[in-house]
């Protein structure tokens, strides 16, 4: 099966009579991959055999890959969604494995992309903002503050998270832009202080919102 060009799988795959036979298809065999070099036959199966799961399958292969060059032309091409049915994990895993690449890739298509100047950044990026600063992700967060994520989404949770895992220069990032160590932070100071992180806890107190205790 895999050794089958792309124009012969895609007429197998039409004439296929079960849904499962046609979903094992498209997870096992990497012919598929290689399709993505015939878009005509890529819009046309997908067209006539949308399996959600089996297309946002191919947005984490590319992803996990490192390869944007496929992201984008699954997105653009073969015309899956960018947020992957609203789970919006394309950007959320870029955004934990520090892919600023990726992730300013993303944030070109919908629903991403602002629909006029000015307008709110979609929910999704504060979120992902949290995580990057979780990981530790300069560069990630970097990106997303420049396309406006909220630094005070969740009760400042990137700040939080950022505290928590130790990611000094993080830290030092989103309180530049705005974050603040107020009371939902506490956590974030007992755990500095507690690790000898000695870096992290005088920004916090630095900053004002926490008193020394």
Same mark, same amino acid.
């Given at each position: 099966?895999?050794?089958?060009?792309?124009?012969? /799988?895609? &007429?197998?795959?039409?004439?296929?009579?079960?849904?499962?036979?046609?979903?094992?298809?498209?997870?096992? *065999?990497?012919?598929?991959?290689? *399709? /993505?070099?015939?878009?005509?036959?890529?819009?046309?199966?997908?067209?006539?055999?949308?399996?959600?799961?089996?297309?946002?399958?191919?947005?984490?292969?590319?992803?996990?890959?490192?390869?944007? =060059?496929?992201? &984008?032309?699954?997105?653009?091409?073969?015309?899956?969604?960018?947020?992957?049915?609203?789970?919006?994990?394309?950007?959320?895993?870029?955004?934990?494995?520090?892919?600023?690449?990726?992730?300013?890739?993303?944030?070109?298509?919908?629903?991403?992309?602002?629909?006029?100047? $000015?307008? *709110?950044?979609?929910?999704?990026?504060?979120? =992902?903002?949290?995580?990057?600063?979780?990981?530790?992700?300069?560069?990630?967060? $970097? #990106?997303?503050?420049?396309?406006? =994520?909220?630094?005070?989404? !969740?009760?400042?949770?990137?700040?939080?998270?950022?505290? #928590?895992?130790?990611?000094?220069? #993080?830290?030092?990032?989103?309180?530049?832009?705005?974050?603040?160590?107020?009371?939902?932070?506490?956590?974030?100071?007992?755990?500095?202080?507690?690790? $000898?992180? !000695?870096?992290?806890?005088?920004?916090?107190?630095? &900053? !004002?919102?926490?008193? =020394?205790?």
């Amino acid at each position: 099966m895999e050794s089958l060009p792309p124009p012969i /799988l895609h &007429q197998i795959a039409l004439l296929l009579p079960s849904l499962a036979s046609l979903r094992a298809l498209l997870l096992t *065999s990497r012919t598929l991959h290689a *399709s /993505l070099s015939h878009p005509h036959l890529l819009r046309d199966f997908l067209r006539a055999h949308y399996r959600p799961a089996a297309l946002h399958a191919l947005l984490y292969a590319a992803i996990e890959s490192h390869d944007d =060059a496929k992201l &984008q032309h699954l997105v653009t091409t073969a015309h899956i969604p960018a947020h992957a049915g609203d789970s919006h994990f394309p950007l959320r895993r870029a955004a934990a494995l520090n892919r600023p690449g990726t992730i300013a890739l993303l944030l070109t298509f919908p629903p991403y992309s602002p629909k006029h100047p $000015g307008a *709110s950044p979609h929910a999704a990026v504060s979120v =992902a903002l949290a995580i990057a600063a979780e990981a530790g992700g300069r560069e990630a967060v $970097g #990106v997303l503050l420049r396309a406006g =994520a909220d630094v005070h989404y !969740g009760g400042d949770a990137a700040l939080r998270m950022a505290c #928590v895992k130790g990611h000094e220069g #993080v830290v030092r990032m989103l309180l530049a832009a705005g974050a603040e160590a107020g009371a939902e932070n506490w956590a974030g100071l007992r755990v500095a202080r507690k690790r $000898g992180w !000695g870096g992290i806890e005088r920004m916090l107190l630095g &900053q !004002g919102g926490l008193d =020394a205790w």
